[in-house]
């Protein structure tokens, strides 16, 4: 299997490897309780974005595209914008039990929205091979979340008591304001709004 893939494979498997580091580095932090895990967890989605972009622009010049391409870029951005932020929120403190909810039902819209990219591309692209607009938001900008987060590590708010905008009961269960943010960019992503694809 190996033999078949192109170079862009690879790369995407970077991407892949960069959001499973993430995951890793949440686990150290949960742990050991250094903060720094968690930057470098943030910087890893960071990496994997690069990756995602490399990959697409590497197979275009070497005009190696394919369908087993297309189904790793999307098993790859899974893990490193679907699953890599979720558990990165809930590593710095969002573990209540809404939160985690909310968690879920972001990481399923990432999933949902990249087998609909899948499902449908070929008919977007009108028979051009080109995707001319996506159809929600791409997970990718998941990414700006990733960021927001880090940024606010710098402040201090890592844990469950401290994480930006408190901990609060709602029905007898905890619950952070900041993972609204995660069901606006859930539903975001599953919605019918049409994004340029550059």
Same mark, same amino acid.
């Given at each position: 299997?190996?033999?078949?893939? $192109?170079?862009?494979?690879?790369?995407?498997?970077?991407?892949?490897?960069?959001?499973?580091?993430?995951?890793?580095?949440?686990?150290?932090?949960? =742990?050991?309780?250094?903060?720094? $895990?968690? !930057?470098?967890? /943030?910087?890893?989605?960071?990496?994997?974005?690069?990756?995602?972009?490399?990959?697409?622009?590497?197979?275009?010049?070497?005009?190696?595209?394919?369908?087993?391409?297309?189904?790793?870029?999307?098993?790859?951005?899974?893990?490193?914008?679907?699953?890599? *932020?979720?558990?990165?929120?809930?590593? /710095?403190?969002?573990?209540?039990?809404?939160?985690?909810?909310?968690?879920?039902?972001?990481?399923? /819209?990432?999933?949902?929205?990249?087998?609909? !990219?899948?499902?449908?591309?070929? =008919?977007?692209? =009108?028979?051009?091979?080109?995707?001319? !607009?996506?159809?929600?938001?791409?997970? *990718?900008?998941?990414?700006?979340?990733?960021?927001?987060?880090?940024?606010?590590?710098?402040?201090?708010?890592?844990?469950?008591?401290?994480?930006?905008?408190?901990?609060? =009961?709602?029905?007898?269960?905890?619950? $952070? *304001?900041?993972?609204?943010?995660?069901?606006?960019?859930?539903?975001?992503?599953?919605?019918?709004?049409?994004? *340029?694809?550059?």
């Amino acid at each position: 299997m190996i033999r078949e893939f $192109h170079l862009a494979d690879w790369v995407t498997l970077a991407n892949a490897a960069c959001g499973a580091g993430a995951l890793f580095s949440v686990m150290t932090y949960l =742990e050991v309780d250094d903060v720094r $895990h968690l !930057y470098f967890a /943030c910087a890893l989605v960071l990496a994997a974005l690069v990756f995602d972009i490399l990959d697409g622009r590497i197979a275009r010049w070497r005009q190696k595209a394919s369908t087993l391409g297309q189904e790793l870029d999307s098993l790859s951005d899974v893990i490193s914008f679907g699953v890599a *932020p979720a558990i990165i929120a809930y590593g /710095c403190g969002m573990q209540g039990l809404y939160d985690r909810i909310i968690l879920v039902y972001f990481i399923a /819209c990432g999933v949902s929205r990249l087998a609909r !990219y899948n499902v449908t591309a070929e =008919e977007l692209s =009108e028979g051009t091979g080109k995707v001319k !607009y996506f159809e929600g938001t791409p997970v *990718p900008t998941s990414l700006l979340l990733v960021m927001i987060m880090a940024a606010l590590f710098s402040f201090g708010h890592v844990g469950r008591t401290n994480f930006f905008g408190g901990h609060v =009961e709602l029905l007898w269960r905890g619950f $952070h *304001p900041f993972s609204l943010l995660f069901l606006v960019s859930g539903s975001l992503m599953i919605s019918t709004i049409k994004v *340029p694809k550059p």
